[in-house]
T-cell receptor, first 113, second 116 residues
């Protein structure tokens, strides 16, 4: 079975500050890992995905995530937060390359001016 | 880029009625589409996998007779919530992938269903 745990349902950062959203995974085999962003009343937009090609994955909007097998983590970071980054972020895992995604409970990011 | 369109974006219905939600892949074909449900402040839960030309595959705990899924073409899947009740009020999101590729899933903008 596979699952992801997102630590912190709500994270607040100041504009310009580092963004760090945590995600730990559980999987019996090497997983595919994803980060999605959801704006209010919208669907999900893929930020980035890990498919074992490289442990440091760069995504859209300046986000990146590092796969750490020893820590079973896939934390999302961005060096400098923008107001437009305020949204809900979901970490997801799949064993099959993204057909069947299992999502974490989400982290709401608030950016303080 | 690939676009998935859902319609309607919002719907309010009375308890006991049925509601149909459409999911269309606008510029690509998708033999498989996925339906998710998201309750307030919770994550997305996969409800079912919609397969073009065959029966949908439902996740454990999802009532197939209540959530009817039809995938009649390579660009359209529909989810019908039958005999809706207030507890069915939720945000329903569909997703699809470009047929024959390993591209990421593309998500629709979701449908907010409110049952009164």
């Amino acid at each position: 079975a596979q699952s992801v745990t997102q630590l912190g349902s709500h994270v607040s950062v100041s504009e310009g500050a580092l963004v760090l959203l945590r995600c730990n995974y559980s999987s019996s085999v090497p997983p595919y890992l994803f980060w999605y962003v959801q704006y209010p009343n919208q669907g999900l937009q893929l930020l980035l995905k890990y498919t074992s090609a490289a442990t440091l994955v760069k995504g859209i909007n300046g986000f990146e995530a590092e796969f750490k097998k020893s820590e079973t983590s896939f934390h999302l970071t961005k060096p400098s937060a923008h107001m437009s980054d305020a949204a809900e972020y979901f970490c997801a895992v799949s064993l099959t390359g993204a057909n069947n995604l299992f999502f974490g409970t989400g982290t709401r990011l608030t950016v303080i001016p | 880029g690939a676009v998935v369109s859902q319609h309607p974006s919002r719907v309010i219905c009375k308890s006991g009625t049925s509601v149909k939600i459409e999911c269309r892949s606008l510029d690509f074909q998708a033999t498989t589409m996925f339906w998710y449900r998201q309750f307030p402040k919770q994550s997305l839960m996969l409800m079912a996998t919609s397969n073009e030309g065959s029966k949908a595959t439902y996740e454990q705990g999802v009532e197939k007779d209540k959530f009817l899924i039809n995938h009649a073409s390579l660009t359209l899947s529909t989810l019908t919530v039958t005999s809706a009740h207030p507890e069915d009020s939720s945000f329903y999101i569909c997703s699809a992938r470009v047929q024959g590729t390993d591209s990421p899933l593309h998500f629709g903008n979701g449908t907010r269903l409110t049952v009164t």
